[in-house]
């Protein structure tokens, strides 16, 4: 059984930084694409990066370029975000998924898998 589980959101002031985790159990995360997407109140769900399996590929929404930095570390099993000069526009819940297919999250995309999701929120 695959499962997704992601931690590290919090309150932060803007200019702060936070990383989350996505921990993956079930799969070889060798073979599998992750992406992270986050859902605001009232907007839709916004693919902010992503990442294939060999991490060749890597895609990030032009919102937070030079400012977040996804990767995965195949030996535990873990993708991660790191998210640094956060801005009050980046308050969301935010989501990881895997696919074995790697599709970089800018518009409609289905994953296979997904986490429960992180809320973060940035504020003074």
């Known amino acids: 059984q695959v499962q997704l589980v992601e931690s590290g959101g919090g309150l932060v002031q803007p200019g702060g930084s936070l990383r989350l985790s996505c921990a993956t159990s079930?799969?070889?995360?060798?073979?599998?694409?992750i992406a992270w997407f986050r859902q605001a109140p009232g907007k839709e769900r916004e693919g902010v990066a992503g990442?294939?399996?060999?991490?060749?590929?890597?895609y990030y929404a032009d919102s937070v370029k030079g400012r977040f930095t996804i990767s995965k570390d195949n030996t535990k099993n873990v993708a991660y975000l790191q998210m640094n000069n956060l801005k009050p526009e980046d308050t969301a819940v935010y989501y990881c998924?895997?696919?074995?297919?790697?599709?970089?999250?800018?518009?409609?995309?289905?994953?296979?898998?997904w986490g429960q999701g992180t809320q973060v929120t940035v504020s003074s």
């Open positions: 990442i294939s399996s060999g991490e060749g590929s890597i």
């Open positions: 079930g799969l070889t995360l060798d073979d599998y694409a």
């Open positions: 998924a895997a696919d074995r297919v790697f599709q970089p999250p800018s518009g409609y995309v289905e994953y296979d898998y």
